[in-house]
């Protein structure tokens, strides 16, 4: 499912245009890469935690020359499922 479709089940749903629900999507989204970016992290009960994770610099192997390359520290964006959506996956 993309963001489209993912608007138009939102709409349908909950009995809104599709422009409110593009619109209410996209502010969903806005909120939670906003909330990660500033280093807090987002808890939804039953459905799942988004939080961000620090990785370190490492040393890698480019495959193809052999070469090592170095590989910077970047922040990771992380979802753990909760207990409500494994549940229901199940």
Request: charged fraction near 25%; proline fraction near 1%; hydrophobic fraction near 40%.
């Amino acid at each position: 499912m993309n963001k489209n479709e993912l608007s138009s089940a939102v709409a349908e749903k909950a009995g809104l245009s599709k422009a409110d629900a593009t619109a209410a999507v996209e502010a969903v989204l806005e909120t939670i890469t906003q909330t990660l970016k500033d280093g807090g992290d987002i808890r939804l009960i039953g459905f799942g935690t988004f939080s961000v994770s620090h990785r370190k610099a490492s040393k890698g192997r480019n495959p193809s020359t052999g070469a090592t390359i170095d590989i910077a520290a970047s922040n990771q964006a992380k979802f753990k499922a909760g207990k409500g959506l494994k549940e229901a996956l199940n």
